[in-house]
């Protein structure tokens, strides 16, 4: 039963995604997702109890499970030097948040961030659960000698903002750029890191 259920949420997390995508969060109504998935509203509101929360739910499972994931690789490599790692770490955030879809939800989050709760929403499951991994792992790096002893959360900020803010700001507001190319973002994050490493190594 419980994997049904869960099928089911998974399936209406997806064709949410979709008509938000389509028609944005203000055009979009629980009667017009429950008719795209051929269901009822009753049955919408029985996994979430309004369009805010499912909406929130729509753009936190953009980013759940890279964040396991990418937590996992830290921890895998944390005994190794962290310039590879967090080159690594970095490009692979870049190459996630570029995935058409996902750059795509980004900008529509940016654009309802000023409706009730949802830039604050998205901010706790997405950006700072970023923060909060980043910063465990430079914790640990610090502990092992490997960076300069400062605080973790301040040096994995100044970490991110260097890597998808510093070159790449623009593309978030511009939806008809290309998106950049994998040696772009490679390069982009080796200058992130150089910048970075400069700041906090020992």
Known sequence: MKVRTDA????????????????????????EIAARLGGSKATLYGYFPS???LFIAVTAQL???YMTSAQERL????????????????????????TPGNLATIRMVQSEASNGDIGRLFHEQGPASSVTVL????SGAMKRGQLRRADPLVA???????????????YFFQ???????????????????DVFLHGYAV
């Open 156 to 170: 994995a900020q100044h970490f991110l903002a260097l890597v998808v803010q510093g070159e790449l700001s623009h």
């Open 51 to 53: 369009k805010q929360a």
């Open 135 to 138: 910063g465990n792992y430079i």
């Open 63 to 65: 980013g759940q499970q």
């Open 8 to 31: 089911k949420r998974a399936a209406i997390l997806e064709g949410a995604r979709q008509v938000f995508l389509e028609m944005g969060f203000e055009r979009t109504s629980m009667g």
């Open 175 to 193: 939806p008809d750029l290309p998106k950049p190319t994998r040696m772009q973002m490679k390069r982009v994050v080796e200058r992130a890191l």
């Open 75 to 98: 921890e895998e490599n944390a005994a190794e030097a962290p310039g590879p790692t967090l080159q690594n770490f970095g490009e692979q955030l870049l190459a996630f948040l570029f």
